[in-house]
């Protein structure tokens, strides 16, 4: 969802935009941005003692172009999780 002008009243409106792709157009590395910018968010993405934030694989299940998702589709992606920083450095006692 995104905000521009309406084409028609020239107010500014919602949008929403939709791109259907194949499992086939979806890219061999999936980069993330967490934002993460300052000790508290950083802490948020952090695993606990007890669990993990996430799961060290993640699949996406592709839809069609109505938004439906057939559980049967064999149109699934799967990534393998690997943390990396590029930016933020915690700040060390």
Known sequence: MYKSTCQVCKNLA???SR?????THMPPLL??????NNEDHFRFWLDNHSS???SSRLA???RDAEGV?????EEVVTYDLRV?????????C
């Not at 980069?31 to 993460?36: D, F, I, K, T």
């Not at 998702?69 to 589709?73: A, I």
């Open 84 to 92: 990396g920083s590029s930016g933020f450095v915690p700040h060390c």
């Open 14 to 16: 919602n949008h929403r």
């Open 31 to 36: 980069a993330v941005n967490a934002a993460v």
């Open 60 to 62: 996406l299940a592709m």
């Open 69 to 73: 998702l057939d559980p049967n589709s």
């Open 52 to 54: 993990r934030f996430l």
């Open 19 to 23: 791109r259907a792709l194949s499992s």
